[in-house]
Every structure is written in structure tokens, then in C-alpha cells.
């Protein structure tokens, strides 16, 4: 009787937290390094989230492109998105960005930098940023569009600021 309770009560817990709380980690698609820029397309990015900054922002069915971004501790950056308004494979693309803070990609990472999430439309800068010093470790730049599934496209991203910087290639001569 008392394991049927018991049972009874994690079921009742588990049935009343979101699907979101089971997120399983995304997967970034590349790696940013300083000093940029960067350019991709969410065409080839796959739907991997369904809302973002841990506050529940849905973006949609849209295919994300996903940056893994390494900050040390001192930096100040900000990365600015822009699509050029040319439609790949989709109907239309209207850039949605997202930094976002955690262990591992998913959903429930929260957004814990300064205009940390931004929209706009085709041909129009999209920024968020600057970090301004948040501490030291892996972030996540999303990049999506979350008006509709089938918009995707091509896009860049400017740094302006500072990141480490990544050693490239060493050798002893």
C-alpha cells in the first residue's frame, strides 16, 4: 500500500511538470570564436527547441542554428544577426536571437545577459548583448526565426567586443 502511494504521488508530480523539464540537450552546430564574424543559414540548422530563455519564449517550429560560445572572465560582446531577407529553403526569414546560459542546450536554460533575446525583420540587424562580464563558461547563441516552421535563411553574425581567443594552431620552431 504504502509503494502504491508513493507511486501514486511521483506520477501526480512527474504528469504536473512540463515536458520542457525532460529537454534533452541540443547540440550546437558550430563554435564562435573571436574575433568573427560567422555566417550560416537556418536551413541547415535542425528544430531542436521549443522555447527559450527558461521563461517560456516559444520560437516556434523553425529550424534553430545554434553558436556554442566560450566567455572568460573579463569580456563585453555583443553579436549582431543579420539575414540579407533572401529566402531559403523557406518562405521567409525574420531573425530571432537568444543567448542563452547553461550546462547543456535545451529549453530550460535561462537568458542571464543584458538584451539577452531580440527579433526583427528581414534586412534589419538584430543584436543582443552586450555580456558585460557574466561569468565565465559555455553560452549559446540561438539563431531562428519564430514566426513560422517554414522560415529559414541565410544570416551573419558580427561580434563587437571581446572574447577569448582561441588558439588557432601552435608550433615550436
Known amino acids: 500500500m504504502k509503494n502504491q502511494f508513493i507511486m501514486a504521488v511521483l506520477a501526480t508530480v512527474l504528469a504536473s511538470v512540463g515536458s520542457d523539464a525532460f529537454a534533452a540537450a541540443c547540440v550546437a552546430n558550430a563554435i564562435f570564436t573571436a574575433p568573427g564574424p560567422a555566417a550560416g543559414n537556418t536551413c541547415s540548422g535542425t528544430d531542436q527547441l521549443t522555447d527559450v530563455c527558461g521563461d517560456g519564449t516559444p520560437i516556434g517550429g523553425a529550424k534553430e542554428f545554434i553558436y556554442s560560445v566560450s566567455l572568460g572572465a573579463t569580456n563585453s560582446a555583443a553579436f549582431t544577426v543579420n539575414s540579407p531577407g533572401v529566402a531559403g529553403a523557406g518562405t521567409g526569414f525574420n531573425p530571432y536571437v537568444a543567448f542563452m546560459s547553461g550546462a547543456a542546450c535545451n529549453s530550460l536554460d535561462t537568458c542571464a545577459t543584458n538584451n539577452a533575446e531580440n527579433s526583427g525583420n528581414a534586412q534589419t540587424n538584430v543584436t543582443v548583448g552586450p555580456t558585460a562580464n ?30 577569448p581567443v582561441t588558439l588557432q594552431k601552435f608550433s615550436v620552431e
Open 134 to 163: 557574466a561569468p565565465a563558461g559555455t553560452y549559446f547563441l540561438v539563431i531562428t526565426d519564430a514566426g513560422a516552421a517554414a522560415n529559414c535563411g541565410p544570416f551573419t553574425v558580427a561580434l563587437a567586443g571581446t572574447l
